[in-house]
């Protein structure tokens, strides 16, 4: 009999809740609060962490956010410029936000044909056009900052073509070339050549952009009245 009895009392004991054991797994809406699994289940259930603009998107367009398609090559934040000098500590191509949206389109008319656009040169805030123009004091190749250019309001680009590997095309001279060859109307030129040249002209005036006499890569958009901006934009 005794025997009996303490088997009972084992089995019994067995059956009662443990208190510790009830809140170590208390669930909490949609998250289970464990002391072992609590670290790996809250971060399979939290939210993606989603990147918000670091700037007034009233004003401005990163194109980067914009599409990622885009490619972004600041050559004024290299080196690999007319001046020879770095001017952007870092490589960010912001526009006015109508701008933005047609360069976008014109971007995505290219990708059907089997192209795409590449920035070399978006807006440039007007404490960079001083430095260029401290360097280079001629109105043939700097705008004077205090008149100011379509760069300095966030309504010009520099660009060139990619083909759809992304790879950068021979558009008959490098960007910032002075000289006739750079010219839109010159012609002595393979016709490989002037037909991406053609392409581009085309496709940006097609969305609202014109072209310069002296320069294939320079185009500017029609619209608005922009004012002169010194915004900085910040690097990660």
């Not at 952007?88 to 526009?95: D, G, K, Q």
């Not at 309001?153 to 750079?182: I, S």
Request: include cysteine.
């Amino acid at each position: 009999m005794r025997i009996f009895y303490s088997f009972l009392l084992i089995v019994m004991s067995c059956n009662v809740p443990h208190d510790k054991s009830d809140k170590d797994h208390e669930v909490k809406g949609d998250t289970i609060t464990s002391p072992i699994f609590s670290d790996t289940v809250q971060h399979s259930l939290a939210e993606p962490e989603v990147l918000l603009p670091d700037y007034d998107t009233s004003k401005w367009t990163d194109i980067e956010y914009l599409d990622s398609t885009i490619q972004v090559d600041m050559k004024y934040a290299t080196e690999d410029n007319f001046v020879k000098a770095k001017m952007y500590e870092c490589s960010r191509c912001f526009l006015r936000p109508q701008v933005a949206l047609a360069l976008q389109a014109a971007h995505r008319d290219l990708l059907k044909q089997g192209f795409g656009l590449k920035m070399l040169d978006c807006f440039r805030p007007r404490p960079i056009q001083w430095k260029l123009w401290e360097k280079v004091p001629d109105p043939r190749y700097v705008s004077d900052p205090r008149k100011g250019s379509m760069h300095n309001r966030g309504a010009a680009v520099d660009l060139t073509l990619v083909n759809q590997l992304g790879k950068e095309l021979d558009m008959g001279t490098p960007f910032d070339f002075f000289g006739p060859e750079a010219y839109p109307a010159y012609t002595n030129l393979p016709d490989s050549i002037l037909t991406r040249r053609l392409l581009l002209t085309q496709t940006m005036e097609a969305h609202g952009f014109h072209g310069i006499r002296t320069e294939w890569w320079h185009f500017y958009f029609v619209g608005p009245s922009y004012e002169l901006s010194d915004m900085l934009w910040k690097c990660y």
